[in-house]
């Protein structure tokens, strides 16, 4: 049996899609079309991949990078896609067309701009037509038209090449077919707020001003080496890799034990928010600050849930039009004391005072710490000069990176700082949910007792996420 669903409501579709395999090729097979219908310039209807089927295909060579026939099955299902995409836009264009390549679409379309046909000459067409990879010396230019005549030349490098900006040129489509829709009075109230609403301005970009520092190494619940001794040869951490960041106080528990009241949040303005990454979320006037999950039955709307890591006392998940919201996913947290004025979940600041501080960097390995701090994240720390009790005393409940020696060994851990159990003696507690706490001698006065000593203590301020 080969059922066939038609529908033009994308959240049945969506609900539809979400029962069948992640991947089109498996059991039971399927496939996404988008119907093109009859026009002015196309006098007999036809189908075209839906951008589901291309991810696949995508998805599919990645995994398979030098294989040539999946490289030209990927290419072929963009260049469906966007060739038809564009000459649905031209639907009263009284010049028939046959069988169009991109670049007589790209010029068809430039031509209405240019003699000011409505709703040609709006901003998404303008920016359609000025995007660098639909210039005829592009190579996704080139390629694409190349594989309308001769698909069977595309090479594997070719098909990166049309993969790395289609994304962008899918969204530039989008918005166009938006705009033509309701110029043509096709768009219903719900279709409206799904295309043509407006995102919140982002966040004044805040420039660290921070050169690299040192990268010490590797440390974990238990590392068998002193990594607070003495940085690799020319390793450092490089600010920069972070990107355009703007920078949040957080002022409610919704993030749980990965960003407490009174810290601050590193926020990317220039990644994409993944199901399930922590999140800076504009909507309207209103900041929140939570983890962000898709809805796969209702791709119109995002979910806005609170992690009760820290404490049940959280708001309750919130679902708002993902059209309406940006999403800015957070990538390091900086762990100030501070005070934040105003009423919202999180409010901008312009700088974290832990920055000023001398500042290390060690790698987070295994996942001991999460979810405060997970495998591959990179830690900043402070080394503490002086080990007196009252210096230790201080960072009781902190998060440290310790290094102990017992009977001629040398271990760094990353723990919690916990309370003095006997004098001179204290507890190195796990930071996240999994690992064991251990004692520590804290004063020379003491004596061995049989446990490791503390050599070396630095404080953690804070944790950036690992990008890779």
């Known amino acids: 049996m ?156 070719e098909a990166g090449e049309v993969a790395e900006p289609f994304k962008e040129i899918d969204r530039l489509l989008r918005s166009c077919s938006a705009s033509y829709a309701r110029f043509m009075g096709r768009l219903t109230r719900e279709d409206k707020d799904l295309f043509l609403a407006s995102l919140p301005q982002p966040p004044a970009r805040v420039t660290l001003n921070r050169a690299p520092i040192p990268l010490l190494g590797e440390v974990s619940a238990r590392s068998h080496a002193d990594r607070l001794a003495a940085a690799a040869v020319d390793e450092v951490f490089d600010f920069g890799v972070l990107g355009d960041i703007a ?100 409010c901008p600041v312009a700088t974290s005072k832990l920055l000023d501080r001398k500042l290390v960097a060690v790698r987070v390995v295994d996942d001991s710490a999460y979810p405060v701090i997970r495998n591959g994240d990179i830690a900043v720390l402070e080394a503490v000069e002086n080990l007196t009790d009252s210096e230790i005393a201080r960072l009781e409940d902190r998060i440290v990176v310790a290094a102990l020696g017992n009977e001629g060994d040398s271990f760094a851990y990353l723990k919690r700082l916990g309370g003095e159990v006997s004098p001179g003696v204290r507890i190195l507690e796990n930071v996240g949910t999994k690992g064991s706490a251990l004692a520590v001698v804290t004063s020379a006065d003491t004596g061995s007792l049989g446990i490791g000593a503390l050599q070396r203590l630095s404080r953690v301020h804070g944790m950036f996420r690992h990008l890779g």
């Open 247 to 346: 920078l949040y106080g957080v002022r409610s528990p919704g993030l749980g034990a990965l960003a407490l009241q009174g810290q601050v949040v590193a926020v990317s303005l220039d990644r994409e928010a993944r199901d399930g990454d922590p999140v800076i979320a504009l909507n309207s006037d209103k900041v929140y600050c939570r983890r962000f999950l898709g809805d796969s039955r209702d791709p119109s709307r995002i979910a806005l849930a609170c992690d009760q890591s820290g404490t049940e006392r959280v708001p309750p998940t919130l679902l708002l039009p993902r059209a309406k919201t940006l999403l800015l996913p957070i990538v390091g947290v900086l762990y100030d004391q501070e005070r934040f004025a105003g009423k919202e979940e999180a």
């Open 2 to 157: 080969h059922p066939l669903i038609t529908s033009n409501d994308n959240r049945f579709v969506a609900s539809i899609r979400d029962k069948l395999p992640d991947r089109s090729t498996a059991t039971p097979t399927w496939h996404a079309w988008t119907l093109n219908p009859i026009s002015n310039s196309r006098l007999t209807a036809g189908v075209s991949p839906a951008v589901e089927e291309i991810f696949d295909r995508l998805q599919e060579w990645q995994e398979d990078e030098n294989n040539t026939a999946k490289a030209q099955q990927f290419v072929s299902t963009v260049r469906l896609y966007v060739e038809n995409r564009l000459w649905d836009l031209l639907a009263t264009d009284p010049m028939v067309m046959h069988k169009p390549t991109l670049a007589d679409l790209i010029q068809s379309v430039r031509s209405a701009h240019n003699n000011g046909e409505r709703p040609f000459e709006e901003p998404p067409f303008q920016a359609l037509l000025a995007h660098t990879a639909l210039r005829d010396s592009a190579p996704f230019y080139k390629i694409i038209n190349k594989a309308h005549h001769r698909l069977h030349e595309v090479t594997p490098h």
